[in-house]
């Protein structure tokens, strides 16, 4: 379909597939509250684009010209994901390949103000995009599974309780970014990289802000207010 302007399809009873390409000269949203999002071999025009459902299927769908943010989420706030594989709601690799190679400047996964916990169930490589993960709290479940981004957001939004990582051996998220902002209810942030991090604006309340670099020569420096 073509769309000159903005293109919203929402479907209460069931899935969304496409088996056409979709062409908008303004943003798309695929929402289904109760179904899956399957892409198939679609071709995506958009400047954003926005996904949620109870499953994603990027099939071998073209992304190429969506131009801003590409966002992805579950039908509720409340649903746990899996990034980089696992299980119910889950991107893996397939699908993190899919969103690397895409035209967005920016991709966002959870929506603002999820709940559900987001786990690192896998390495995550988004290349140079600019990422953000939404949960109530993200953890790794204590392996290192590395986040790969240019500019990296983590929202934890669980009050107190909402961590980002853990202190637990392995705890930290790892990750290999240019920079990376933290923010939480008053939950404690655990960060680790080997090859050095700059800290931008983030904001932790009564939590704790714990950051390492692992390799000697890495440097570590704060460009945001915290």
Do not use: W
Not at 75 to 102: E, H, Q, R, V
Not at 190 to 210: F, P
């Amino acid at each position: 379909s073509t769309v000159a302007g903005d293109l919203k399809l929402s479907n209460v009873g069931a899935g969304i597939g496409l088996t056409g390409d979709l062409n908008a000269t303004g943003a798309a949203s695929l929402s289904s509250s109760s179904g899956s999002i399957t892409l198939g071999s679609a071709t995506v025009t958009a400047t954003d684009f926005s996904l949620k459902g109870s499953s994603l299927d990027f099939g071998t769908s073209k992304l190429g010209a969506v131009t801003g943010a590409l966002s992805v989420a579950p039908n509720s706030a409340s649903t746990d994901i899996n990034l980089g594989g696992g299980t119910g709601f889950n991107l893996g690799s397939t699908d993190i390949t899919a969103l690397k190679g895409s035209g967005a400047s920016s991709i966002v996964i959870g929506e603002s103000g999820a709940t559900g916990k987001l786990t690192i169930a896998g390495a995550s490589d988004f290349g140079t995009k600019n990422l953000t993960l939404n949960g109530g709290s993200i953890t790794d479940g204590g392996t290192t599974r590395m986040i790969t981004a240019k500019n990296l957001t983590l929202n934890a939004n669980t009050a107190s309780t909402g961590d980002i990582g853990s202190s637990a051996a392995n705890g930290a998220i790892d990750i290999a970014v240019t920079s990376v902002s933290a923010n939480t209810k008053g939950g404690s942030v655990y960060l680790t990289s080997a090859t050095g991090m700059d800290i931008a604006a983030s904001d932790v309340g009564s939590g704790a802000l714990n950051l390492n670099v692992s390799t000697a020569g890495g440097n570590l420096t704060q460009s945001g207010v915290i």
